[in-house]
C-alpha cells in the first residue's frame, strides 16, 4: 500500500481572502458615497481615490496574512489564513507599489489638475506640473545627500538608488506618521470619555458655536465678494473680454446671482469696478474660477458643519430633558439622515435608557479601554529597541512560541489587524483634527475634489510606515521571515543610519503625547500672546459674538433650532418680495449641502445660516475692499508665531543715540544750516532735507 504524504490545500484560506478583499471594496465604495455623490462625481476622481483607500486597506489584511504564512507550520490547528510564496510576492507587489506611484505621482499632480480653475485639460495639466515641479524639486534637493551615502557605502548601483528611494519614502511617511498617531493616541480616548456626559457635550457645543458661526459668516460673506466680481465681469461684453465670454458665462451660472437672492443684500456697489482689471485675461480668470469653487467649497463646509452642531446639540439637550420623563423622542428625521438615523426600532422608554443609561458608560468603557491600548503601543515603540522582549503587541500576536522564534495563529492575526486599524485610526484622526491643512475638510456628499485627493494620499501615505511599523514590534526572527521585509525592510535596513532611524525615532512618540495630554499646543500659544482662552463660565459676559462665551452658543443655537434668528426672517421677507414680484422665490446655492433645512420649531434643522444674519461688532467687515487670493484659512501656531515676531519688529522705535548721530557736525549755511544750538536733530533733518528750501524756503516753490 503506497502512503500518500498531503500538504495542506490553501484554498480556503485563498477562498477567505478573496471574500475579504470583496468586503473592503464594498466599504470603500460606502466611504466614497459618504463624501461624495458617485452620480455627478468625474471617473479621473473616482478611481483614483477608490485605489487610494483599497489599497492601504489591503496591506492591512495582507500583514496578518504575511505573519501566518511565513511563520506558520503543519499543525492544522495553529495555522491562521496563509498563502503560497508566490501569490504573496505578487499580492505585496501589487499593492505596495501602486500605493507608492499613487501617494507621490498620481494623487498629487490630479490634486492639483482639479483645483487649476483652467478650462482647458492641457491648460490644467500644465498648470499642475508647474504646481508640483517646486515640491519635486525640494524632495530631489533633499535626496542627494542621501544619494551620495548611498553610492559611498554600497557604489553606485541599481539596489542602491531603489535602496535610498525607499528609504526616504519610509523615512518622511514614518515621520509624519509618529506625529499624527501620537497625537491620535491621546485624543481619540480622552473625546470619549469628555463626551460621556450630555450635559458636558452640550456645554462643548455651546462655546464651539460662536466660534463656527463667525467662521460660516466670513465664508459666507467672502463667497459673496467674489459673486460681485463675477457679476461685475458679465456686463463686460467689448474688449479683452469677448475672448472669454463662454466662460464668463459659465461663472455666472455657477453664481446664479438674480435668483439665489436680492441684489439690494450684495456688499457694496462702490467696489465693484475697482476690483475688476482693465484687461481680462486667462490666467485672471483662472485665478478667479478657482477661488470660485473654494469658496463655494468653503461655505459648504462651515455650513454643513454648523448642521451637524445644531443636531448634536438638539439630541444632548433632548436626552437632558429625557431625564424627567423616561421618555426620549428625538422628533422627525431629517431628509438627509442616514438610515440607522430613520430606523426606529426602541420605544421611547428604551431609547431613554439606551441613550441616558448605557451609552455614556459605555463610551467610559471603550475610552479607558483605548487609553490602554494607546499605554501599550506606546510602550512598545519605547522598549523595542532596548528590551524588545518586554514589548506587549508581541505577546498578543504570537501565540505559539517555539523557543526564539513564533507561530502566528488566526487569533493572532485578529489581533495584529485590529492593532494596526487602531495606530491608522489614531494618525488619520488627527489629520482632521490638527489645522494645518490650507483649509480643506471632508463635507458629506460635497467633498471637494482637491480635499479628496489630499485625504486619500494621506491615507496612502501612513498606512505603509504605521504597517511596517507595526511588524518591527514582534521578534526580529519572525518579521525578517516575511515578504513585506524583502518588499521594504532590507532596504530600510539596508544602512546602519536607516535601520537605527527605524529603532529610535519612534520614540519620539512621547512628544506629540505629552503635548497632547498636558496641554501644551495652548500653554505654548499663551506664552507668545494669541490663543487666549476666553471661556469663563462663572462670570457674565457681554454678548459680543465669537467671544466663546457657552451662553452666547446656547443662544444662537436656541434660536436657529426656534426659527427665530435675523437670518430666517430676512430669508422670509426676501420670499415674499419676490413672490410679490411674480417670480420665484430665491433660493440660496450651495453645492450639494447635505441636511435639508425643515420648517417646523422643533427640528434640529429648521433654520438656515444665512451670510445675512451677521454678529454684533463684526459689521465693519461687510466692507471689505479686496478679494485675497485664497479661501480664509485658521492660522496655525508657526502664522501665528510669524505674525507676532513681524508686529514686535514693526513697532520698534529708533533709538535715541541713533537719532542724535549727526547732532555734532554743523552743515554749512548754503545746505541751511542754523547755530542754534539745543534744536532737534529730528526736526533739523527734517526741515533741512527738504529740497523746496533751495528755490526760497518756507515749504513753497517760488518761481
Not at 470603500?28 to 479621473?44: C, E, F, K, M
Not at 482632521?432 to 485625504?455: D, I, M, P, Q
Amino acid at each position: 500500500m503506497i502512503e500518500i504524504s498531503s500538504r495542506p490545500s490553501p484554498v480556503p484560506s485563498e477562498i477567505f481572502a478573496l471574500i475579504a478583499l470583496l468586503v473592503l471594496s464594498l466599504i470603500v465604495l460606502l466611504i466614497q458615497r459618504h463624501y461624495l455623490p458617485l452620480r455627478t462625481t468625474p471617473a479621473y476622481l473616482l478611481v483614483p481615490v477608490f485605489f487610494a483607500l483599497w489599497l492601504p486597506a489591503t496591506i492591512v489584511l495582507l500583514v496578518p496574512i504575511d505573519l501566518a504564512s511565513n511563520a506558520s507550520t503543519d499543525d492544522e490547528t495553529t495555522k491562521g489564513i496563509w498563502l503560497p510564496p508566490r501569490a504573496l510576492l505578487v499580492s505585496w507587489r501589487i499593492s505596495y507599489w501602486l500605493t507608492f506611484v499613487l501617494t507621490w505621482f498620481i494623487l498629487p499632480i490630479l490634486a492639483e489638475y482639479s483645483d487649476a480653475g483652467y478650462r482647458e485639460p492641457k491648460a490644467r495639466i500644465l498648470y499642475s506640473l508647474r504646481a508640483n515641479a517646486q515640491y519635486y524639486a525640494l524632495v530631489l534637493g533633499s535626496g542627494v545627500l542621501g544619494l551620495v551615502y548611498f553610492f559611498i557605502s554600497y557604489g553606485p548601483s541599481f539596489v542602491s538608488l531603489k535602496g535610498l528611494i525607499l528609504a526616504l519614502a519610509y523615512c518622511w511617511g514614518l515621520i509624519l506618521a509618529i506625529y499624527l498617531m501620537g497625537h491620535g493616541l491621546v485624543a481619540i480616548p480622552r473625546n470619549l470619555i469628555r463626551n460621556a456626559s450630555a450635559s458636558r457635550r452640550l456645554r462643548q457645543l455651546q462655546s464651539y458655536a460662536p466660534k463656527l458661526y463667525e467662521k460660516m459668516e466670513d465664508a459666507t460673506m467672502n463667497l459673496e465678494d467674489i459673486e460681485v466680481q463675477v457679476s461685475e465681469l458679465s456686463k463686460r461684453k467689448t474688449g479683452s473680454a469677448r475672448d472669454f465670454l463662454d466662460w464668463i458665462e459659465e461663472l455666472s451660472d455657477i453664481c446664479n446671482i438674480p435668483e439665489s437672492r436680492p441684489r439690494n443684500i450684495l456688499p457694496r456697489q462702490d467696489n465693484d469696478s475697482r476690483i475688476i482689471p482693465t484687461v481680462i485675461t486667462e490666467k485672471y480668470l483662472a485665478d478667479l474660477t478657482r477661488q470660485l469653487y473654494r469658496a463655494r467649497h468653503a461655505k459648504s463646509r462651515y455650513v454643513d458643519e454648523w448642521d451637524r452642531l445644531l443636531h448634536d446639540a438638539s439630541k444632548a439637550q433632548a436626552i437632558l430633558d429625557s431625564a424627567a420623563s423616561k421618555r426620549l423622542d428625538f422628533g422627525a428625521s431629517s431628509p438627509g439622515s442616514s438610515f440607522w438615523e430613520k430606523t426606529t426600532l426602541l420605544t421611547p422608554y428604551t431609547r431613554h435608557l439606551v441613550h441616558y443609561r448605557f451609552i455614556p458608560y459605555f463610551r467610559i468603557f471603550l475610552g479607558c479601554f483605548l487609553a490602554l491600548a494607546s499605554a501599550c503601543i506606546i510602550w512598545s515603540e519605547l522598549v523595542k529597541a532596548a528590551l524588545p522582549s518586554l514589548s506587549v503587541i508581541r505577546f498578543t500576536v504570537v501565540h505559539h512560541w517555539t523557543g526564539d522564534s513564533g507561530r502566528v495563529g488566526f487569533a493572532g492575526q485578529l489581533t495584529a489587524a485590529l492593532w494596526i486599524m487602531y495606530m491608522c485610526a489614531a494618525a488619520l484622526h488627527s489629520v482632521t483634527e490638527v489645522k494645518v491643512w490650507r483649509g480643506r475638510a471632508l463635507v458629506r456628499r460635497n467633498t471637494a475634489h482637491e480635499s479628496a485627493f489630499w485625504y486619500a494620499g494621506q491615507v496612502a501615505k501612513l498606512t505603509v510606515p504605521l504597517s511596517y511599523n507595526f511588524v518591527t514590534f514582534l521578534s526580529r526572527s519572525i518579521y525578517q521571515e516575511t515578504t513585506f521585509y524583502d518588499i521594504l525592510g532590507q532596504y530600510v535596513d539596508l544602512t546602519p543610519l536607516g535601520k537605527w532611524f527605524d529603532y529610535l525615532f519612534p520614540v519620539l512618540v512621547l512628544i506629540p503625547v505629552c503635548a497632547t495630554l498636558f496641554g501644551l499646543y495652548g500653554r505654548v500659544k499663551r506664552l507668545f500672546g494669541f490663543g487666549v482662552d476666553t471661556v469663563d463660565e462663572d462670570e457674565e459676559r457681554q454678548n459680543n459674538y465669537g467671544t466663546g462665551s457657552w451662553r452666547e452658543g446656547r443662544e444662537l443655537i436656541e434660536r436657529e433650532l426656534n426659527g427665530t434668528s435675523i437670518s430666517r426672517r430676512l430669508d422670509d421677507a426676501a420670499a415674499r418680495s419676490a413672490n410679490s414680484q411674480g417670480r420665484a422665490a430665491p433660493i440660496l446655492t450651495v453645492p450639494t449641502v447635505p441636511a435639508a433645512r425643515n420648517e417646523g420649531s422643533r427640528t434640529p434643522f429648521a433654520t438656515s445660516p444665512s451670510y445675512r444674519d451677521q454678529p454684533a461688532g463684526r459689521t465693519a467687515q461687510l466692507s471689505r475692499p479686496g478679494i485675497t487670493d485664497s479661501e480664509p484659512e485658521d492660522d496655525n501656531f508657526f502664522t501665528n508665531l510669524g505674525h507676532r515676531f513681524k508686529n514686535t519688529f514693526d513697532t520698534v522705535d529708533t533709538p535715541k543715540w541713533l537719532q542724535e548721530i549727526g547732532d555734532g557736525f554743523k552743515k554749512p549755511k548754503w545746505l541751511g544750516g542754523s547755530d542754534e544750538a539745543g534744536e532737534s536733530s529730528n526736526r533739523a533733518r527734517q526741515n533741512d532735507s527738504d529740497i523746496r528750501r533751495w528755490f526760497g524756503g518756507d515749504s513753497r516753490i517760488r518761481l
